[in-house]
């Protein structure tokens, strides 16, 4: 019985008849590497502290707690995060009416804050003296601020109702010499009578005269010769018709020189200019800017000339 031939087995080093083992095929162009990986290296995916993670490095602590600290308020901590939906429920109520933030930003600096993936938070360690010093810092600060600007406004409020509730101060009082009027008869001790045209007559009295620096509700203005005199008279016509104004006195100190007349509202008090008729009565405050000391007073008629003159000595 026949056998087939075979070609000659081949020789080699290692002995005769033992195959070479075949180069293993590579893969896409890697290169294979034969043997057992021995030590774990985490993909840029891993989180810190050894802790797996997906999509990317954990979220910085410091960053989250400044959010937290100034912006919690409006949920940026929570989408900086990833945590969109519960940033915007905080970010619709105000951060909870200020409670949630409150919570938010303890939790972030007691290192219990993760990120969407429950990863915490990079750089906690290192930093997290540093942020609980400056949070109760920036808490007492707040407090203080708070308290100062609840008494300023307070402080403001109050002003404001008491200057809208009280009264135009009362003319000051200060002692005078009984005036001697000059001409016309003395009625009385603080008035005279006054011819003012075609012969009608008014009774002028003088019921209340003060020196002060500074005129109530016009503590803009500041007296050029000293302070202001005031006085409150009373216009009464007696025969025919007069004129009752402001305009009808002038002052002069005892130097001779004429006081500036000021003008006062008519809801400060002032005498009115209007027309008076027979029986009836004007009275109001007239003020003059003008130097301390005995003054003469002068009244006019109707055509700017002196009718009558009364001197007032104020109080030193």
């Known amino acids: 019985m026949s056998h087939p031939s075979y070609p000659p087995s081949p020789q080699n080093d290692a002995g005769a008849g033992v195959p070479q083992i075949p180069t293993a095929p590579v893969g896409y162009g890697g290169q294979y590497q034969a043997g057992p990986q021995n030590d774990f290296q985490p993909g840029p995916g891993s989180a810190q502290y050894g802790a797996p993670g997906f999509g990317g490095p954990a979220k910085s602590f410091m960053v989250t707690w400044i959010l937290s600290l100034l912006l919690g308020g409006l949920g940026v901590d929570r989408f900086y995060l990833g945590k969109i939906g519960t940033g915007i429920a905080k970010l619709l109520t105000a951060g909870g ?31 997290k003296k540093k942020a609980w010093i400056i949070t109760i810092v920036v808490w007492f600060a707040g407090l203080i601020i708070g308290i100062v600007s609840t008494v300023v406004s307070l402080t403001l409020v109050a002003a404001a109702v008491q200057g809208g509730t009280t009264p135009v101060p009362a003319l000051p009082s200060t002692s005078q ?76 100190d005892a130097d001779g020189n004429k006081g500036e007349q000021i003008y006062l509202e008519e ?8 027309e008076v008729g027979p029986g009836q009565v004007r009275q109001g405050v007239i003020a003059f800017d003008i130097k301390r000391g005995p003054t003469s007073v002068v009244v006019n008629d109707d055509l700017g000339d002196k009718a009558a003159t009364v001197t007032l000595t104020p109080a030193s």
Request: no cysteine; proline share 9%; net charge negative.
């Open 177 to 252: 010499e009984a005036p001697l009027p000059s001409p016309g008869p003395v009625t009385d001790a603080n008035s005279f009578m006054v011819t003012v045209s075609d012969g009608n007559t008014v009774k002028v009295s003088i019921v209340n005269s003060g020196y002060t620096t500074e005129i109530p509700d016009m503590s803009y203005m500041k007296p050029k010769n000293g302070g202001f005199l005031l006085m409150e008279v009373s216009w009464e016509t007696v025969t025919g018709t007069s004129l009752s104004a402001p305009t009808n006195f002038e002052v002069f």
């Open 97 to 127: 009416l200020g409670i949630w933030s409150i919570v938010d930003l303890i939790i972030t600096l007691t290192g219990n804050a993760r990120d969407k993936q429950g990863r915490p938070l990079a750089g906690y360690p290192e930093n």
């Open 267 to 274: 809801a400060m008090g002032s005498l009115p200019s209007e």
